[in-house]
Structure formats: C-alpha cells, structure tokens
C-alpha cells in the first residue's frame, strides 16, 4: 500500500461530521421538557364538546354579571302600561305581569343563580376533599369518616333541604336580611348536602397515591403528615377534585332552580332562574314564552358545564391523554 492510498480514507466509513448528530438533533435533546399543563390543554382543546361548552359557559357568565352593567334597564322597575308585552327591540325577551323587563329579570336571576352555584360547590369541594383526603391518609379516621359518609347519602335530598329551610329561613333573614340570609342558607344547605360524592372520590384517590414510591421516600426522610398531604398528595389528587368543582356547579344551580321553583328559595321581588320559572307557571298557557327563557338558560348552562367537566376528566387523566 502506497503513502497515496494511505491518505484516501475507507469508502465504506462515514465522516465523522456525517457520524454526528446534526444541530437540530442536539437541540431535541437539550430542549426543556414540557409542561404537564400544556399536555392538559392539547388534550382538552381536542375535546371539541368540552371546547364548545367551556366558551359557551364563559358567555352566560359574562351575560349574567356584565350585561346589567349595558342593559339601562332595572330588572325591578315596574311598568303597568307595558306589562304582559311580547318580544319586542325596547323588550328582547318581553315583560311580565307587572311591565318588568324578562331580559334584565334573566341577567339578575342569571347572576344569582351562578353565584349560588359556584359558592355552594365551593363549599362542597372543601368539605369533600377534607374528608376524603382524611380517611385514605389516617387509617384509623378512615372507617368512622366513610361511615359518616354513608350516612349523609343515605338521607333523602330535598326533604332535608325543605326541612333546613323552614328551620333557619327566619333566623338567618332576621340576622342578615331577607336576601342575604336566603342566600347563605341556601349555598350552606346545598353545600353539607352533596359533599359526599367528592369525598368518596378522593380517598380512593389518597389510598393509591400514598402507597407510590415518592410517597414513602418521603416519609423515610422524616416528612410531616401536613407536607406530605400539602406536598404530595394533594397535587396528585387535583384532577378528581377538578372535575368535581365543575359538576358541582352544574348539581348546585339545578337544586337552587328546584327550590326556588317550590317557593322555598329568594324572595318574590328577588330574581333567580328558579324563581322565574315558578312566576311564569301562572301564565303558562298564555304566555309559554315566560318558562322557555328561564329553562333554557338552565340547560344550556348545566350542558355546558357537564361538557367542561367531561373534556377535563379525559384531559387530567394520564391515562388515556393522546388518544
């Protein structure tokens, strides 16, 4: 073999420029992964139910809470001369009895009725994940607190809800008002009566969790139960608990609605989504346009809020996320 071939390199060897990752391989490897959260959203946008329901939620909550803020006219402000009118530009959604305006009356009723929801799953969520985040980490808590559990499904809904009210209706209006009182009395009744699914969601949640790796590596470095519920388990156990607060509204809004429809709810002159539909029975027969406003506004926001939390669970769950 000359010096010349000696100098030629092997045909059958790559360069080593070739050999190399190139600079855009190098830039996979040392990308930052991404974030758990912009995983959740690929997921959840996907989800065109959930897509569909969560903006159309977004809309009756800006509807009810900014809209009063455009519309001049007061839901209370009474028109003899207009009353029992149709449809019309002065009047979208027509008047009632008295001349009052059904559209602004729908705005205010629509704020309530969102707010109690919303308050009142609140509450809910807190209670249930406390008890069930309780009984799946203390053992010993585990059986009176499901116990307890059982107890509170066992009971019937609405007599206990219709029982509540008639007992504290007067002390809480002679405490706080007529409206106000209602409306603590209603977000507390509803609120200790629809924990229970949340709580026995979460401390099956808890039981698996805290027997995972990261767990007892905790717990041998010498971790306080309150870190390892604030640290670890809690943040494994957002996803249940996420998609019950989204529900819960939808249960809590359907309960104020069949309260307020019963009579036992806000006040006459006090405007709920429930309270028009029981106003409007009176008059269904002349003017059945009165119970589709207000039962419509209710479906379309219980069915929004059932999508969002449909398109949340499969988006939290790791599961079947990228399917």
Known sequence: MTDKDR??????????STALPGAGAMEEFT?????????????FKNHKGALYGGVLFLLIVLWVYLGPLVWSIDATHIDIRARNQGPSFAHPFGTDQLGRDT???????????????ITAMLLALGLGSFVGVMAG??????????????????????????????????????????????FILIVVAIGVT?????????????????????????????TTNTKMILRHILPNVLSPIMVSATLGIATAIITESALSFLGLGFPPDFPTWGRLLFDATDYLQQYPERVFWPGMA?????????????????ALDPRIRGR
């Open 7 to 16: 100098l030629v390199p092997d045909e059958g060897l790559a360069p080593a």
């Open 103 to 117: 559209f602004a009356r729908m705005m205010a009723g629509g704020k309530t009725s969102v707010s109690v929801g």
């Open 194 to 222: 629809s924990w229970m699914p949340t709580a026995r969601i979460v401390r099956g949640d808890v039981l698996a969790i805290k027997e995972r790796e990261f767990v007892l590596a905790a717990r041998s470095i010498g």
């Open 137 to 182: 980490f203390f053992k010993k808590l585990d059986g009176p607190l499901m116990r307890l559990t059982d107890l509170f499904l066992a009971l019937p809904l609405l007599p206990l809800l219709l029982v509540m009210m008639l007992l504290f209706r007067d002390p809480l209006n002679s405490a706080f008002g007529p409206e106000q009182g209602i």
């Open 31 to 43: 990308k930052p992964p991404r974030s758990q959260w912009f995983e959740v959203w690929d997921q």
């Open 298 to 314: 209710i479906s379309l926001t219980v069915l929004s809020v059932n999508y969002l939390g449909d398109g949340l669970r499969d």
